[in-house]
């Protein structure tokens, strides 16, 4: 067995901190003893570490199962730009002459990300046979669980994959784990043995508030008053990339503050600027869709801000977790107005396919079998294929769906709770928790003082929108003498 | 069809109604551009009550949008940069070109830890290769290269391009902010950029110094794809269709819509028309469609009367419609 000493010393030696963060040394001392591993651990640990440290004691090669595929280049990025220049990724958006090369040379590599659907392809599958596999990791292992526009069924087959690969250790990773989502993994991941660290999900730095409006008028006058008020950088989150849109426009109009919208619309070329633009404080705040900044590292974000609130706890506290990684004060807000909940509702029945669907698929499908498949019939698909009978299939998405209003029910609960957030949010995730005080919550009827929690901007903005600048200086700033 | 054509889908039928309405030269141009709004975009024309909609495909100007579109014509900044012959891979020599500068303004600052530009990976190898090749004096070289080029070009243009530019500690600005800093719409400043970039190609490509060369060589291509000019030639040197088939293993429908495709990017004189269509069922399509505009030819005029097929009467009707550009 390694020593806490030894494992600290490579830590300095290799990552320059004198100290692992919460969890982290449990969990790779858990992983070199060769056990399967299962590590809650609050979001902000640092979590990549891990595996990045692990890569670094054994000879093998650190697979990283992802669900989020447009996240995944940008972990790649971050690995290399932290010096392991053998990563890669493994996903749809390669071309097809980019994946045969990777698969070919796949033993050049020592970090490669992969996608659940990649990893289901025969091709892909049998070159990671070939290759000696150290660890098998699990990232956002809660994404097993829940459903959502970013659900892969092919998720379900890593218990299959796992025994393919001949069970290479496994590590499985996630920030947001309730005792229910903790067997649930482990019953899908189908593993015999596998050691549970589980770390409170409990940000104290990050202080809770929901504000409840009747009016859209006066949620956007709020948004307003907290935009010009906080201090920067922050975060804006929507349900709806049109929403994130406008209400960017909006903010522009109204402030002068460098305000950029980030979502799934944006080309490769935007995106990688407004990320750099965000990171290096260009942007005072980011209007994003959901599937910003699980890849980017940035530990100053003093607010996040839901315009719309969340679907579910899990993805709350995924999402609020980006403030504040540096420790300091830091807040969250949910604007509220009643019956915004319709909104998600209406994603949940978008989602899921209903009983019709599911019937004229089956009694259709030969006519149906050489189209193009929409989202809903791929899942359904995926279904069929696998042998289930149609009423199966109706009770799994039926199943679903009271899943999913189960959680936004919860979701609906802590923003209407009167008592404390936090308490109701820990209790979600089985925790206790009874230390409310004035820069917890703005629940049991408490107000926060921004100003006391240092969350006021004394200054207006960042750095004043952008200039016009001569190409000449341009050059003159790029090359260094 | 035309956001086919703007998008780059190239079946016959597109780039067909795309030469009879005079856009052919707009093919692919905004290959990379979001068009997802479009819808969005119609909608709020018609509630301004600037369009109306004729049927499911159509969509006509009101009076008010006409006028609308004038004044707007009058001030916006439309493509100058399209071209009958060739497709520039503006958005993978932009990614190339702005990855090269990096890797050399962090290499002059000496620094190896930053985030590449994201580009393909054989753009990335490209430029690794061309990087190495070239590293003894390329801080001084591309330095001196890019002020050659932008101090001779337009002012308000070399700003536009040396405003994307990336490299150390500086991102550039987005199409978005490049918009907004202009005061002028999203799809002007994508203009201007690409006309921006389309110039930078043509440049590096009859520049005397190859310092560049090895960024561009696979940026510019012909318009026309590579198996419809191997059939073509196969025709042009007397092969039947028949036999093409056969000697290039394709399919004769393909074959047929192969030599379609040359006819819309051919001038007249180079596309061996005569092959096609003899002078006897010239005189019979001539005489059945004479005082009707090519537009409103139907197929079925003339198909149960005479024996002329589908392909020999669209043959025809480009013959005619390069015969009409002429007058």
């Given at each position: 067995?390694?020593?806490?000493?030894?494992?600290?010393?490579?830590?300095?030696?290799?990552?320059?901190?004198?100290?692992?963060?919460?969890?982290?040394?449990?969990?790779?001392?858990?992983?070199?003893?060769?056990?399967?591993?299962?590590?809650v651990?609050?979001?902000?640990?640092?979590?990549?570490?891990?595996?990045?440290?692990?890569?670094?004691?054994v000879?093998g090669?650190?697979?990283?199962?992802?669900?989020?595929?447009?996240?995944?280049?940008?972990?790649?990025?971050?690995?290399?730009?932290?010096?392991?220049k053998?990563?890669?990724?493994?996903?749809?958006?390669?071309?097809?002459?980019?994946?045969?090369?990777?698969?070919?040379?796949?033993?050049?590599f020592?970090?490669?990300?992969?996608?659940?659907?990649?990893?289901?392809?025969?091709?892909?599958?049998?070159?990671?046979?070939?290759?000696?596999?150290?660890?098998?990791?699990?990232?956002?292992?809660?994404?097993?669980?829940?459903?959502?526009?970013?659900f892969?069924?092919?998720y379900?087959?890593?218990?299959?994959?796992?025994?393919?690969?001949?069970?290479?250790?496994?590590?499985?990773?996630?920030?947001?784990?309730?005792?229910?989502?903790?067997?649930?993994?482990?019953?899908?991941?189908?593993?015999?043995?596998?050691?549970?660290?589980?770390?409170?999900?409990?940000?104290?730095?990050?202080?809770l508030?929901?504000?409840?409006?009747?009016?859209?008028?006066d949620?956007?006058?709020?948004?307003?008053?907290?935009?010009?008020?906080?201090?920067?950088p922050?975060?804006?989150?929507?349900?709806?990339?049109?929403?994130?849109?406008?209400?960017?426009?909006?903010?522009?109009?109204?402030t002068?503050?460098?305000?950029?919208?980030?979502?799934?619309?944006?080309?490769?070329?935007?995106?990688?600027?407004?990320?750099?633009?965000?990171?290096?404080?260009?942007?005072?705040?980011?209007?994003?869709?959901?599937?910003?900044?699980?890849?980017?590292?940035?530990?100053?974000?003093?607010?996040?801000?839901?315009?719309?609130?969340?679907?579910?706890?899990?993805?709350?506290?995924?999402?609020?977790?980006?403030?504040?990684?540096?420790?300091?004060?830091?807040?969250?807000y949910?604007?509220?107005?009643?019956?915004?909940?319709?909104?998600?509702?209406?994603?949940?029945?978008?989602?899921?396919?209903?009983?019709?669907?599911?019937?004229?698929?089956?009694?259709?499908?030969?006519?149906?079998?050489?189209n193009?498949?929409?989202?809903?019939?791929?899942?359904?698909?995926?279904?069929?294929?696998?042998?289930?009978?149609?009423?199966?299939?109706?009770?799994?998405?039926?199943?679903?769906?009271?899943?999913?209003?189960?959680?936004?029910?919860?979701?609906?609960?802590?923003v209407?709770?009167?008592?404390?957030?936090?308490?109701?949010?820990?209790?979600?995730?089985?925790?206790?928790?009874?230390?409310?005080?004035?820069?917890?919550?703005?629940?049991?009827?408490?107000?926060?003082?921004?100003?006391?929690?240092?969350?006021?901007?004394?200054?207006?903005?960042?750095?004043?929108?952008?200039?016009?600048?001569?190409?000449?200086?341009?050059?003159?700033?790029?090359?260094?003498? | 069809?035309?956001?086919?054509?703007?998008?780059?889908?190239?079946?016959?039928?597109?780039?067909?109604?795309?030469?009879?309405?005079?856009?052919?030269?707009?093919?692919?141009?905004l290959?990379?551009?979001?068009?997802?709004?479009?819808?969005d975009?119609?909608?709020?024309?018609?509630?301004?009550?600037?369009?109306?909609?004729?049927?499911?495909?159509?969509?006509?100007?009101?009076?008010k949008?006409?006028?609308?579109?004038?004044?707007?014509?009058?001030?916006?900044?439309?493509l100058?940069?399209?071209?009958?012959?060739?497709?520039?891979?503006?958005?993978?020599?932009?990614a190339?070109?702005?990855?090269?500068?990096?890797?050399?303004?962090?290499?002059?600052?000496?620094?190896k830890?930053?985030?590449?530009?994201?580009?393909?990976?054989?753009?990335?190898?490209i430029?690794?290769?061309?990087?190495?090749?070239?590293?003894?004096?390329?801080?001084?070289?591309?330095?001196?290269?890019?002020?050659?080029?932008?101090?001779?070009?337009?002012?308000?243009?070399?700003d536009?391009?040396?405003?994307?530019?990336?490299?150390?500690?500086?991102?550039?600005?987005?199409?978005?902010?490049?918009?907004?800093?202009?005061?002028?719409s999203?799809?002007?400043?994508?203009?201007?950029?690409?006309?921006?970039?389309?110039?930078?190609?043509?440049?590096?490509?009859?520049?005397?110094?190859?310092?560049?060369?090895p960024?561009?060589?696979?940026?510019?291509?012909?318009?026309?794809?590579?198996?419809?000019?191997?059939?073509?030639q196969?025709?042009?040197?007397g092969?039947?269709?028949?036999?093409?088939?056969?000697?290039?293993?394709?399919k004769?429908?393909?074959?047929?819509?192969h030599?379609?495709?040359?006819?819309?990017w051919?001038?007249?004189?180079?596309?061996?028309?005569?092959?096609?269509?003899?002078?006897?069922?010239?005189?019979?399509?001539?005489?059945?469609?004479?005082?009707?505009?090519i537009?409103?030819?139907?197929?079925?005029q003339?198909?149960?009367?005479?024996?002329?097929?589908?392909?020999?009467?669209?043959?025809?009707?480009i013959?005619?419609?390069?015969?009409?550009?002429?007058?």
């Amino acid at each position: 067995m390694i020593s806490s000493d030894d494992l600290k010393r490579q830590l300095k030696q290799w990552f320059g901190f004198d100290d692992f963060r919460m969890g982290q040394e449990e969990v790779i001392k858990s992983i070199l003893e060769g056990h399967d591993t299962l590590g809650v651990l609050p979001t902000g640990t640092g979590k990549t570490l891990i595996y990045q440290y692990v890569g670094k004691m054994v000879d093998g090669m650190v697979v990283v199962v992802s669900p989020l595929i447009s996240l995944m280049q940008d972990q790649v990025d971050r690995m290399r730009y932290l010096g392991e220049k053998k990563t890669v990724a493994i996903t749809s958006n390669l071309s097809w002459v980019d994946r045969r090369r990777v698969i070919k040379h796949l033993n050049k590599f020592k970090y490669v990300y992969v996608s659940p659907e990649m990893l289901s392809n025969t091709d892909v599958l049998e070159s990671f046979q070939k290759n000696n596999i150290s660890l098998f990791v699990v990232d956002e292992a809660h994404c097993i669980n829940q459903w959502g526009p970013d659900f892969r069924p092919e998720y379900l087959n890593l218990k299959w994959i796992i025994n393919v690969l001949n069970h290479p250790t496994t590590l499985m990773l996630t920030a947001t784990a309730s005792n229910d989502v903790i067997s649930d993994i482990k019953e899908k991941i189908g593993l015999p043995n596998v050691d549970t660290i589980k770390y409170s999900t409990n940000r104290p730095n990050i202080a809770l508030s929901v504000d409840t409006f009747t009016s859209n008028e006066d949620k956007n006058e709020q948004l307003l008053y907290l935009v010009n008020k906080l201090v920067k950088p922050g975060i804006i989150y929507f349900s709806s990339k049109k929403v994130a849109n406008a209400v960017c426009e909006w903010i522009k109009e109204k402030t002068k503050l460098n305000v950029e919208v980030y979502h799934a619309d944006l080309d490769a070329d935007s995106r990688y600027r407004i990320q750099h633009q965000f990171i290096n404080d260009k942007i005072d705040i980011i209007c994003a869709t959901s599937a910003f900044g699980m890849g980017i590292d940035k530990d100053n974000i003093r607010f996040v801000i839901h315009y719309h609130m969340p679907a579910n706890l899990e993805s709350y506290v995924q999402e609020m977790g980006r403030a504040g990684r540096d420790g300091k004060q830091s807040i969250s807000y949910i604007l509220y107005k009643e019956k915004d909940e319709i909104l998600q509702y209406r994603f949940i029945e978008d989602t899921i396919p209903s009983e019709d669907m599911i019937s004229f698929f089956y009694d259709h499908y030969e006519q149906m079998k050489d189209n193009d498949f929409d989202e809903k019939a791929t899942l359904i698909n995926y279904y069929l294929q696998k042998g289930f009978t149609k009423s199966e299939v109706i009770n799994i998405f039926e199943g679903r769906r009271n899943e999913l209003v189960t959680s936004l029910n919860q979701m609906l609960g802590y923003v209407k709770t009167k008592g404390c957030k936090r308490e109701f949010l820990l209790r979600y995730f089985n925790e206790n928790f009874s230390d409310h005080d004035e820069n917890c919550c703005n629940g049991e009827d408490t107000q926060l003082q921004l100003e006391k929690m240092n969350l006021v901007q004394e200054s207006r903005s960042l750095n004043s929108r952008t200039q016009n600048l001569k190409w000449r200086s341009i050059i003159q700033t790029l090359f260094s003498k | 069809m035309i956001q086919n054509l703007l998008n780059g889908k190239r079946t016959v039928s597109t780039l067909f109604w795309a030469m009879r309405y005079g856009l052919l030269q707009y093919s692919a141009i905004l290959k990379t551009y979001d068009l997802n709004s479009i819808n969005d975009d119609i909608n709020k024309l018609i509630s301004d009550g600037l369009a109306k909609q004729v049927d499911e495909y159509q969509y006509q100007l009101t009076h008010k949008g006409q006028i609308k579109k004038d004044s707007v014509m009058e001030s916006f900044y439309i493509l100058k940069n399209s071209s009958y012959q060739y497709d520039y891979d503006v958005n993978e020599f932009k990614a190339r070109v702005l990855l090269a500068i990096q890797s050399v303004s962090e290499y002059s600052f000496q620094n190896k830890n930053y985030y590449p530009v994201k580009t393909d990976m054989k753009s990335a190898m490209i430029v690794k290769r061309w990087f190495i090749e070239n590293k003894t004096k390329i801080v001084e070289q591309l330095k001196k290269y890019l002020i050659n080029y932008l101090a001779q070009i337009d002012e308000h243009q070399a700003d536009i391009i040396a405003q994307q530019m990336i490299g150390h500690e500086v991102y550039g600005m987005t199409n978005g902010q490049l918009a907004d800093s202009m005061n002028i719409s999203n799809v002007e400043a994508y203009f201007m950029e690409y006309d921006g970039w389309v110039n930078f190609i043509n440049y590096i490509i009859n520049d005397e110094n190859t310092l560049l060369h090895p960024l561009v060589h696979d940026i510019r291509t012909l318009k026309m794809n590579n198996h419809a000019i191997m059939t073509y030639q196969q025709f042009i040197s007397g092969n039947t269709l028949n036999h093409i088939s056969k000697n290039l293993g394709v399919k004769l429908s393909t074959v047929r819509e192969h030599l379609l495709e040359m006819a819309i990017w051919l001038p007249e004189d180079k596309f061996p028309y005569s092959m096609i269509i003899s002078q006897d069922d010239e005189k019979i399509l001539f005489e059945s469609f004479e005082n009707q505009s090519i537009d409103d030819w139907q197929f079925k005029q003339i198909s149960e009367k005479y024996d002329i097929d589908f392909f020999e009467f669209r043959i025809y009707q480009i013959l005619r419609s390069k015969q009409d550009d002429k007058q």
